[in-house]
């Protein structure tokens, strides 16, 4: 778990912290033998403000869109680390 975390780290992936909210984070073992890193949400979802602004629709969104001058782009580094 350690390299696991020592690496994430250095690729910038996760960061320190020391909010008072934690999740259980462990390892399951693959199909080949290899792991796959896991952790718990459920106990920070009790907890959790509820999203009172969620978003539109798809079609909604590219209406919105229509006319924009300004696009924003996500990083989704995150999901491509969970696919390998």
């Known amino acids: 778990m350690k390299d696991y975390i020592d690496t994430s780290l250095k690729a910038g992936l996760v960061r320190p912290s020391s909010s008072p909210a934690g999740a259980g984070f462990f390892f399951v073992k693959k199909k080949y033998g ?10 920070l979802n009790d907890i959790m403000v509820k999203n009172r602004y969620p978003l539109p629709l798809i079609d909604s969104a590219f209406d919105l869109l229509q006319n924009a001058k300004v696009f924003t782009k996500l990083d989704l580094r995150i999901l491509s680390q969970r696919e390998k």
């Open 34 to 43: 290899s792991l796959r890193p896991c952790i718990d949400y459920s106990p």
